[in-house]
C-alpha cells in the first residue's frame, strides 16, 4: 500500500514523497498549476520548451542533453496538460536508483541540480530570454498547435471538447492559439516566466526507494529558490444547464469517420457520486464487456473502437468510436440506446459486476507504476480527495444499481461531433 | 527441478522450463507488484503467409492478414468470448500480432491461476464459425482504416514496399480490406493447426507469483491434451535481393505538413542469436551517437527547424529481415535529406570517438534498466528476444563487449546509399 508523506518547503513548494522499494527508478515530477485562460495558456505551453533550451551552466541545447544522458540516460522532459479548467505544466525527471549502478551514489542530487537549473537560471539577453531561443521555439510551437490534425482520433476529440465548450475555459486549447503565439516575445515570455515561477501554486512529487528525512533536506537545498505568495486558482464551472443539443460535422478527406458525443454529468471527483459515475462509465464503455464495445463492435460489427471516458475535474463524458462515414445514423442510434437503457437501470448482474472488478483492478495496478500514483496523489489533491487505495476500494464496493441509476438521470448529451469524409456530410 | 537464468546488475531471476512437448515457460517473480502479467505466444505473424500446413503436407499461400484475423477469432468460444470470462475475475485480456508473433495476454491482481487457466484454454481451443469470420471483416475493415488514416502507419509501410521486392514483411500486418475478404474458417483452421503446436509457442509470467506452482499448472494442462510431436515448421519466404524496390516512395494525406522516413536494408542477414542481438545494440548505439538527441547533427538539424523533438530513430532485427528507419515531421523534406545525407557522410568521415561511443553505451545502460519497472515490457520483450534464439538476459553484457571498431564499421558499412530508400507524406492541397 502506497502511503504519501507531506511537506510544505520553505519556499511554498507542496512536497508529496512516495516512498516504495518495487521500481528500478526514482521519478521526481515537479508541477506548476495555472488557471486556464486565453490570455496566458500559449505562453504557459511554449515556455517549457523555451526553458530547455538550455541554461547557465549549459547553455545549448545539445550540452544539456550530454549531461542528461551522462547520469546513466536520466530524462528530463516537460509536458503540458489539462485538468478541469487549469493548465498544469509539469517537468519530470526519471533517474535509475544507484542501488542498480555499482560506483555511483548521487544520481538524484545531479538530476535534482539540472532541475533546478534549467527552472531558474535560465540563458537571458536583453531584457529577456534569448531571442534566437525563443523565435525557434515559437516556429516548433506553431507546428505543435497545427499538428493536431494529425492524429484523426485526438483532433476530433478535441474538437468536441472545444465545441462543446466554446464559452468556457475549458474549451480552450492546451497549447493555445497561433494568434497569441505570434505576439511573444523575449520580453513578455520572459515577464510571464518571472510570474510563472513566483506565484504558481507548486507541487514537488519524489517516487522511489528513498528515505524521507534525505529527501527533504536535499530537495530544501537545491530547489531553495525565491517565491512569492501563490495565487488563487478559481474552481472549474462543472454545472452547466443543456439548452439544446449541437450537432457539428466536419468534412476532412479522411478514410473512417470519427463519431465523438460530449455529455455533462455535473460529477466531478470531490463528489461522492463520482464513484457510482465511475461504475456507470465502466458499464457503459470503458472494458471488453461494456456495452459500446459489445453492441456497437461486437453485436454490429460497426467499429474497431467504440468506448467512453470521463473527464473527472470537468464533469464530462465522451463516447468515441470510428465508424465508416454511411453509418452514422446506425451507430449514434446504438450510442444513444445503450445511454437510455443505463438511464432506465437496465443493467445485468455480469454487467455490473464485471466492471466493479474491473475498476478494482485499475486501482490496484496503478500502485505499480510511478506516474501514475503521482498522478492520483495530483488528482486528489485537486478534489480534495485524500485517500488511499483501501479506502477507494471501498467506496467502489459500496455503489450499488440504485447509485448507479441516480447518477444516470444526471448524464446529458450536449454535442454530437462528427468528422467524415469530402462530401459526407450528415444533416 | 526448473532452470534458472540471473541478472546479478538488474537483481532479476526467471525461472523456465521446457515441458513436453516442447512449450517453453518463463517466470519472473517481482515482489510487491500488485499486477500479474501473463502472455503466451506463438511465431506466427503476418510473414508467415506461405507453408506446409501441418500435419498434412499441403503447401499453403494464405490470404494477408490472416495471423492478424486469427488472434481476432480466437477469443471467440462456442458459449460466448473469452473477455467475459476473464473481466468476471477482474482480469483484463488483450492480444497482439505483429509481423513474426502473435501473443495472448492478461493483466490482473486477483485470481491470477484461475485467469491462467483461461488463457492455456482458450489459446488451445480453437471455434470459428462462418458467420463470427463474416462479421469479424467489418471490424477488421474499420481497423485497417482507421490505419489508412494514420501518417505514421503510411510512411512506414510505404517505406517497406520501397526497402523489399518479394518479402511479405512488405505488407500491412492485418492485410487489406480486400485480401481479409477471402478469408474462412478453413484456412483460419489449417494455420492454427500448422502455428498453434506447443513447441512453436512460449509463455512468460512476471508479478508477485509462484514459479513453481505456475510451470507446474501450465504443464498439468498441455498434459492432458495428448499432443503429437510436431516436426519442423516449414515456412516459405520469397528469395529477397539486396537491392531495393523503389529508392522513392510518397503519398498525399491530410496532414499539417511532410514527414519524411529513410530506411537502410540491412542486407546481410539469415542468422539470429547473439550475432543478431549484437547488430541490433551497435546499430543502436551509432543511431544514438551520430543522430541522437545530445549528437551535432540533430541539434543542427533542430536549430534550422528541420525537423522537432519527435524526430526518431530505430532498428529492426530479425532472422530474415533488417532495417534502421530514420525521420519525422519536417517542413522541407528535401532540405532534410539532402541534410541528413551530409551530416552521416561527415560522422562516417570523422568515425564515432571512443569518448562518444562510452557515452552511449552507458545511457543505453540506464535505458534498460529503467525499463524494468513494466512487467509489461519485461514479458514482451523477453519473448520477442527469444523466439529470436536471444537471452534478453544477456543485454548488458553484448553491450558492454561492443567494441568502438564494430561501431564504426557499422556507421560506414549499413548507412550508404544503394541501400538507402525513402518514404515521403506530403500535406493534401486543399481542394
Same mark, same amino acid.
Request: hydrophobic letters at 40%; proline letters at 3%.
Given at each position: 500500500?502506497?502511503?504519501?508523506?507531506?511537506?510544505?518547503?520553505?519556499?511554498?513548494?507542496?512536497?508529496?514523497?512516495?516512498?516504495? /522499494?518495487?521500481?528500478?527508478?526514482?521519478?521526481?515530477?515537479?508541477?506548476? !498549476?495555472?488557471?486556464?485562460?486565453?490570455?496566458?495558456?500559449?505562453?504557459?505551453?511554449?515556455?517549457?520548451?523555451?526553458?530547455?533550451?538550455?541554461?547557465?551552466?549549459?547553455?545549448?541545447?545539445?550540452?544539456?542533453?550530454?549531461?542528461?544522458?551522462?547520469?546513466?540516460?536520466?530524462?528530463?522532459?516537460?509536458?503540458?496538460?489539462?485538468?478541469?479548467?487549469?493548465?498544469?505544466?509539469?517537468?519530470?525527471?526519471?533517474?535509475?536508483?544507484?542501488?542498480?549502478?555499482?560506483?555511483?551514489?548521487?544520481?538524484?542530487?545531479?538530476?535534482?541540480?539540472?532541475?533546478?537549473?534549467?527552472?531558474?537560471?535560465?540563458?537571458?539577453?536583453?531584457?529577456?530570454?534569448?531571442?534566437?531561443?525563443?523565435?525557434?521555439?515559437?516556429?516548433?510551437?506553431?507546428?505543435?498547435?497545427?499538428?493536431?490534425?494529425?492524429?484523426?482520433?485526438?483532433?476530433?476529440?478535441?474538437?468536441?471538447?472545444?465545441?462543446?465548450?466554446?464559452?468556457?475555459?475549458?474549451?480552450?486549447?492546451?497549447?493555445?492559439?497561433?494568434?497569441?503565439?505570434?505576439?511573444?516575445?523575449?520580453? /513578455?515570455?520572459?515577464?510571464?516566466?518571472?510570474?510563472?515561477?513566483?506565484?504558481?501554486?507548486?507541487?514537488? !512529487?519524489?517516487?522511489?526507494?528513498?528515505?524521507?528525512?534525505?529527501?527533504?533536506?536535499?530537495?530544501?537545498?537545491?530547489?531553495?529558490?525565491?517565491?512569492?505568495?501563490?495565487?488563487?486558482?478559481?474552481?472549474?464551472?462543472?454545472?452547466?444547464?443543456?439548452?439544446?443539443?449541437?450537432?457539428?460535422?466536419?468534412?476532412?478527406?479522411?478514410?473512417?469517420?470519427?463519431?465523438?458525443?460530449?455529455?455533462?454529468?455535473?460529477?466531478?471527483?470531490?463528489?461522492?457520486?463520482?464513484?457510482?459515475?465511475?461504475?456507470?462509465?465502466?458499464?457503459?464503455?470503458?472494458?471488453?464487456?461494456?456495452?459500446?464495445?459489445?453492441?456497437?463492435?461486437?453485436?454490429?460489427?460497426?467499429?474497431?473502437?467504440?468506448?467512453?471516458?470521463?473527464?473527472?475535474?470537468?464533469?464530462?463524458?465522451?463516447?468515441?468510436?470510428?465508424?465508416?462515414?454511411?453509418?452514422?445514423?446506425?451507430?449514434?442510434?446504438?450510442?444513444?440506446?445503450?445511454?437510455?437503457?443505463?438511464?432506465?437501470?437496465?443493467?445485468?448482474?455480469?454487467?455490473?459486476?464485471?466492471?466493479?472488478?474491473?475498476?478494482?483492478?485499475?486501482?490496484?495496478?496503478?500502485?505499480?507504476?510511478?506516474?501514475?500514483?503521482?498522478?492520483?496523489?495530483?488528482?486528489?489533491?485537486?478534489?480534495?480527495?485524500?485517500?488511499?487505495?483501501?479506502?477507494?476500494?471501498?467506496?467502489?464496493?459500496?455503489?450499488?444499481?440504485?447509485?448507479?441509476?441516480?447518477?444516470?438521470?444526471?448524464?446529458?448529451?450536449?454535442?454530437?461531433?462528427?468528422?467524415?469524409?469530402?462530401?459526407?456530410?450528415?444533416? | 527441478?526448473?532452470?534458472?537464468?540471473?541478472?546479478?546488475?538488474?537483481?532479476?531471476?526467471?525461472?523456465?522450463?521446457?515441458?513436453?512437448?516442447?512449450?517453453?515457460?518463463?517466470?519472473?517473480?517481482?515482489?510487491?507488484?500488485?499486477?500479474?502479467?501473463?502472455?503466451?505466444?506463438?511465431?506466427?505473424?503476418?510473414?508467415?503467409?506461405?507453408?506446409?500446413?501441418?500435419?498434412?503436407?499441403?503447401?499453403?499461400?494464405?490470404?494477408?492478414?490472416?495471423?492478424?484475423?486469427?488472434?481476432?477469432?480466437?477469443?471467440?468460444?462456442?458459449?460466448?468470448?473469452?473477455?467475459?470470462?476473464?473481466?468476471?475475475?477482474?482480469?483484463?485480456?488483450?492480444?497482439?500480432?505483429?509481423?513474426?508473433?502473435?501473443?495472448?495476454?492478461?493483466?490482473?491482481?486477483?485470481?491470477?491461476?484461475?485467469?491462467?487457466?483461461?488463457?492455456?484454454?482458450?489459446?488451445?481451443?480453437?471455434?470459428?464459425?462462418?458467420?463470427?469470420?463474416?462479421?469479424?471483416?467489418?471490424?477488421?475493415?474499420?481497423?485497417?482504416?482507421?490505419?489508412?488514416?494514420?501518417?505514421?502507419?503510411?510512411?512506414?509501410?510505404?517505406?517497406?514496399?520501397?526497402?523489399?521486392?518479394?518479402?511479405?514483411?512488405?505488407?500491412?500486418?492485418?492485410?487489406?480490406?480486400?485480401?481479409?475478404?477471402?478469408?474462412?474458417?478453413?484456412?483460419?483452421?489449417?494455420?492454427?493447426?500448422?502455428?498453434?503446436?506447443?513447441?512453436?509457442?512460449?509463455?512468460?509470467?512476471?508479478?508477485?507469483?509462484?514459479?513453481?506452482?505456475?510451470?507446474?499448472?501450465?504443464?498439468?494442462?498441455?498434459?492432458?491434451?495428448?499432443?503429437?510431436?510436431?516436426?519442423?515448421?516449414?515456412?516459405?519466404?520469397?528469395?529477397?535481393?539486396?537491392?531495393?524496390?523503389?529508392?522513392?516512395?510518397?503519398?498525399?494525406?491530410?496532414?499539417?505538413?511532410?514527414?519524411?522516413?529513410?530506411?537502410?536494408?540491412?542486407?546481410?542477414?539469415?542468422?539470429?542469436?547473439?550475432?543478431?542481438?549484437?547488430?541490433?545494440?551497435?546499430?543502436?548505439?551509432?543511431?544514438?551517437?551520430?543522430?541522437?538527441?545530445?549528437?551535432?547533427?540533430?541539434?543542427?538539424?533542430?536549430?534550422?527547424?528541420?525537423?522537432?523533438?519527435?524526430?526518431?530513430?530505430?532498428?529492426?532485427?530479425?532472422?530474415?529481415?533488417?532495417?534502421?528507419?530514420?525521420?519525422?515531421?519536417?517542413?522541407?523534406?528535401?532540405?532534410?535529406?539532402?541534410?541528413?545525407?551530409?551530416?552521416?557522410?561527415?560522422?562516417?568521415?570523422?568515425?564515432?570517438?571512443?569518448?562518444?561511443?562510452?557515452?552511449?553505451?552507458?545511457?543505453?545502460?540506464?535505458?534498460?534498466?529503467?525499463?524494468?519497472?513494466?512487467?509489461?515490457?519485461?514479458?514482451?520483450?523477453?519473448?520477442?528476444?527469444?523466439?529470436?534464439?536471444?537471452?534478453?538476459?544477456?543485454?548488458?553484457?553484448?553491450?558492454?563487449?561492443?567494441?568502438?571498431?564494430?561501431?564504426?564499421?557499422?556507421?560506414?558499412?549499413?548507412?550508404?546509399?544503394?541501400?538507402?530508400?525513402?518514404?515521403?507524406?506530403?500535406?493534401?492541397?486543399?481542394?
Amino acid at each position: 500500500m502506497t502511503n504519501i508523506r507531506r511537506k510544505r518547503l520553505k519556499n511554498g513548494i507542496n512536497l508529496y514523497i512516495h516512498p516504495t /522499494s518495487k521500481f528500478k527508478t526514482i521519478l521526481v515530477q515537479l508541477i506548476l !498549476h495555472r488557471h486556464l485562460k486565453e490570455e496566458d495558456v500559449t505562453a504557459c505551453s511554449l515556455l517549457p520548451s523555451v526553458l530547455q533550451r538550455g541554461c547557465g551552466a549549459f547553455p545549448t541545447r545539445q550540452q544539456l542533453a550530454y549531461k542528461l544522458e551522462e547520469l546513466y540516460g536520466s530524462e528530463l522532459m516537460a509536458d503540458v496538460a489539462k485538468k478541469g479548467e487549469r493548465q498544469l505544466v509539469s517537468f519530470t525527471l526519471d533517474i535509475v536508483h544507484d542501488q542498480y549502478l555499482p560506483g555511483e551514489g548521487d544520481l538524484l542530487r545531479k538530476g535534482l541540480s539540472i532541475l533546478r537549473e534549467v527552472l531558474t537560471d535560465p540563458v537571458l539577453e536583453d531584457d529577456g530570454f534569448k531571442a534566437e531561443f525563443v523565435s525557434q521555439e515559437k516556429e516548433q510551437h506553431e507546428k505543435v498547435i497545427q499538428g493536431l490534425i494529425n492524429d484523426k482520433h485526438a483532433y476530433s476529440v478535441e474538437r468536441c471538447l472545444q465545441e462543446m465548450c466554446s464559452d468556457e475555459p475549458f474549451g480552450i486549447f492546451k497549447y493555445g492559439s497561433l494568434e497569441k503565439l505570434k505576439v511573444i516575445s523575449p520580453a /513578455s515570455l520572459y515577464a510571464f516566466y518571472r510570474r510563472f515561477l513566483m506565484e504558481s501554486p507548486t507541487d514537488l !512529487h519524489v517516487s522511489g526507494d528513498i528515505d524521507m528525512e534525505e529527501v527533504v533536506s536535499l530537495v530544501e537545498e537545491v530547489l531553495d529558490f525565491e517565491r512569492a505568495d501563490v495565487m488563487n486558482i478559481p474552481a472549474t464551472l462543472v454545472k452547466k444547464d443543456v439548452a439544446e443539443v449541437r450537432y457539428i460535422s466536419e468534412e476532412l478527406d479522411v478514410n473512417q469517420g470519427k463519431l465523438v458525443l460530449g455529455y455533462r454529468t455535473g460529477l466531478t471527483y470531490a463528489d461522492d457520486d463520482y464513484f457510482p459515475l465511475l461504475v456507470y462509465n465502466g458499464i457503459l464503455g470503458s472494458f471488453p464487456h461494456s456495452k459500446l464495445f459489445q453492441n456497437v463492435r461486437e453485436k454490429a460489427g460497426l467499429a474497431y473502437y467504440a468506448y467512453s471516458r470521463l473527464e473527472k475535474h470537468k464533469g464530462l463524458l465522451l463516447v468515441s468510436a470510428g465508424i465508416e462515414v454511411k453509418q452514422y445514423e446506425q451507430a449514434l442510434d446504438i450510442i444513444r440506446r445503450q445511454i437510455e437503457a443505463l438511464a432506465g437501470a437496465d443493467i445485468n448482474d455480469e454487467e455490473f459486476n464485471n466492471t466493479i472488478s474491473g475498476l478494482r483492478n485499475q486501482f490496484l495496478v496503478e500502485e505499480d507504476n510511478p506516474g501514475l500514483i503521482i498522478n492520483r496523489a495530483l488528482d486528489g489533491m485537486l478534489a480534495g480527495r485524500d485517500e488511499d487505495t483501501e479506502s477507494l476500494l471501498s467506496r467502489l464496493d459500496a455503489v450499488t444499481r440504485d447509485d448507479v441509476a441516480r447518477v444516470a438521470e444526471q448524464v446529458e448529451l450536449d454535442t454530437v461531433y462528427f468528422l467524415t469524409n469530402k462530401g459526407g456530410a450528415q444533416q | 527441478m526448473n532452470k534458472v537464468l540471473e541478472n546479478s546488475l538488474l537483481k532479476e531471476k526467471i525461472f523456465w522450463q521446457r515441458i513436453e512437448p516442447g512449450l517453453e515457460v518463463f517466470v519472473l517473480p517481482k515482489r510487491g507488484y500488485n499486477k500479474k502479467y501473463a502472455t503466451y505466444a506463438t511465431r506466427f505473424g503476418s510473414i508467415d503467409s506461405h507453408f506446409v500446413v501441418g500435419g498434412e503436407g499441403e503447401e499453403l499461400v494464405v490470404p494477408d492478414g490472416v495471423a492478424h484475423f486469427l488472434e481476432h477469432k480466437l477469443f471467440e468460444e462456442e458459449d460466448g468470448n473469452v473477455f467475459d470470462r476473464f473481466a468476471k475475475l477482474g482480469a483484463s485480456s488483450n492480444a497482439f500480432t505483429n509481423f513474426t508473433n502473435t501473443a495472448y495476454l492478461f493483466s490482473t491482481t486477483a485470481n491470477f491461476y484461475e485467469c491462467l487457466e483461461i488463457l492455456l484454454d482458450f489459446v488451445q481451443q480453437p471455434y470459428f464459425t462462418e458467420e463470427s469470420v463474416e462479421k469479424e471483416k467489418g471490424i477488421i475493415e474499420q481497423e485497417i482504416r482507421m490505419y489508412e488514416d494514420n501518417p505514421q502507419w503510411r510512411i512506414f509501410f510505404n517505406l517497406l514496399t520501397a526497402l523489399y521486392n518479394e518479402h511479405p514483411v512488405r505488407k500491412d500486418i492485418a492485410g487489406s480490406v480486400d485480401s481479409i475478404r477471402l478469408i474462412d474458417k478453413e484456412i483460419l483452421y489449417k494455420c492454427y493447426r500448422t502455428f498453434y503446436h506447443p513447441s512453436n509457442m512460449a509463455i512468460f509470467v512476471v508479478g508477485d507469483v509462484e514459479p513453481d506452482r505456475v510451470i507446474e499448472q501450465v504443464a498439468k494442462n498441455i498434459s492432458l491434451r495428448n499432443y503429437d510431436q510436431l516436426g519442423e515448421i516449414k515456412r516459405i519466404y520469397p528469395q529477397e535481393p539486396k537491392t531495393l524496390a523503389k529508392d522513392y516512395v510518397s503519398m498525399e494525406l491530410v496532414v499539417s505538413q511532410p514527414v519524411l522516413n529513410i530506411g537502410y536494408k540491412d542486407s546481410e542477414t539469415g542468422y539470429d542469436g547473439e550475432r543478431l542481438l549484437r547488430r541490433e545494440l551497435v546499430t543502436e548505439v551509432v543511431l544514438d551517437a551520430v543522430l541522437g538527441s545530445s549528437s551535432r547533427l540533430y541539434n543542427e538539424l533542430y536549430e534550422k527547424g528541420l525537423i522537432d523533438d519527435e524526430f526518431d530513430a530505430g532498428v529492426v532485427s530479425e532472422k530474415e529481415y533488417g532495417h534502421t528507419i530514420i525521420g519525422g515531421e519536417t517542413e522541407d523534406p528535401e532540405l532534410l535529406y539532402q541534410r541528413l545525407q551530409e551530416g552521416i557522410g561527415r560522422a562516417q568521415k570523422e568515425g564515432i570517438s571512443a569518448e562518444t561511443f562510452e557515452h552511449h553505451r552507458r545511457k543505453m545502460m540506464g535505458g534498460f534498466l529503467k525499463s524494468f519497472n513494466s512487467l509489461e515490457f519485461i514479458a514482451n520483450n523477453f519473448l520477442a528476444y527469444h523466439f529470436r534464439n536471444i537471452n534478453f538476459f544477456t543485454y548488458l553484457d553484448v553491450l558492454a563487449d561492443l567494441t568502438l571498431e564494430e561501431a564504426n564499421h557499422r556507421l560506414s558499412d549499413h548507412f550508404s546509399a544503394d541501400n538507402q530508400a525513402r518514404s515521403l507524406i506530403l500535406p493534401k492541397k486543399a481542394q
